[in-house]
């Protein structure tokens, strides 16, 4: 061991008479322990809010959407999506057609974000497919193309039918109940949204358009009846309780597109080449379309969180400069404790920078030793905190039901070398009083 460090070490294992110097010493320590690890949780908490709405995003949604800038649809959408799926860097594209819709069961009604899209396609940019907890998406897949007499909804026609009941209970009217049940489109809702509607796998919604159509006596809404035929639970609250999906034809023949899709959704390679992605697709389609990515359509949101990671850096790290005032105090109350036998060490000839060095180290010391114990506190309540999700959140407020923690080494390393600097800039001013001490001054009564 270094003649430094040795006396450093000794320092700090104070007698009977300097225990108040040790007291202030152990409180140091506490001070940069407990920075440190609210450093640590607070940005895993940050980390973790992070990864987890982006993996939810981006995993729920496609990483870049095309659409119309006149919002008329797009026509001869199958040639345009073969040819767009073929640029670089694109894994995967899908037609889509999103509309806002009411959708109600008795008395409830909840609004809603109809997607219509084409199953196979739709699992290869986006997982909320793959969220299903009840029932099943087969029932989603085209299995023949619709009759021309099927082309508007039954409950068009005639709207009573949607709350009508068979007359009697006879086997045949049954029957036919099921038969018809069974001939209606299908939809998958989120799970928030089928709690709210009291709807589960084989209830009937009646789903409402605002696309109508002019009759003589005024607009009038489309609508049709749809069998639910699955719930998914994505965990993320926006989906959950206001998204529903059905077959591409389906929603095609409800808003009267025909065979128009409204946006055409990719998959590409890396998710922070998105923007560049988005632009290169756009001047492919040509004039007349735009593009969006999810670093556009989230771009409030990780703002917002790069905002809350700065001030956690500001507010937490002032609990490490009030460990390092501490240090500061500690350290020169140990020099005017510690004056005569600095003289005798001097006297001895021990050199000036030595001196400072005795104290310098001390100071790390105390940083090191707070650190360490600051980040194994940190680290251990960041991993219970997200393995065991220890604290429960609102999911209508926050979007998601827990908090999650996500520690990363390199925030780590950060912490621990502001930790260790702001301790080690704490000792430059009692070490350079203690290597002005003259050691005559200091003896001369002794």
Known sequence: MRFELFIATRYLRAKRRQAFIGIITGISIVGVAAGVA??????AINNGFRQDLQERLIGSTSHISLLR????????????????SKQPHVVAAAPAI??????????RA????LKGMIPADERKVGDLLNTIKEG???ALEETSPPSENSSEPETQKNPAASNSTPADDSPDSLAGVHARVAAMPPIILGKDMADNLGATVGSVVLVTSPQGELTPFGMVPKYSRFRVVGIFNSGFF????????????????????????????????????????SRQLEDAAGKGFMTTNWKEQNQALFHALNMERLVTYITVGLIVFVAALNI??????????????????????????????????????????????????????????????????????????????APRLKDGLWVVLVSVGVSFIATLYPSWSAGRTLPAEALRYE
């Open 136 to 138: 099943s998406a087969a």
């Open 110 to 113: 909840r609004g809603a974000v």
């Open 69 to 84: 800038v006149a919002d008329d649809g797009i026509k001869e959408w199958p040639v345009l999506l073969d040819r767009l």
């Open 98 to 107: 999103f509309e806002q819709v009411l959708i109600s069961r008795g008395p």
């Open 238 to 277: 926006d989906y959950d309780s206001s998204w529903a999906f059905t077959r591409l034809s389906d929603a095609q023949r409800l808003f009267g597109l025909g065979d128009l899709i409204s946006v055409i959704e990719f998959k590409v390679d890396d998710i922070d080449k998105a923007d560049v992605v």
């Open 38 to 43: 609210s450093l640590i949780v607070a940005l």
């Open 328 to 405: 500061l105090i500690s350290l020169i109350m140990m020099v005017m404790e510690k004056t005569k036998d600095i003289a005798v060490l001097i006297s001895m000839g021990t050199r000036t920078s030595q001196v400072r060095k005795i104290f310098i180290a001390q100071g790390v010391l105390i940083g090191v030793i707070g650190t360490a114990i600051g980040l194994f506190l940190g680290y251990a309540i960041s991993y219970a905190g997200g393995h065991y999700h220890m604290i429960s959140l609102s999911p209508e407020v926050y979007s998601i039901d827990y908090v999650p923690f």
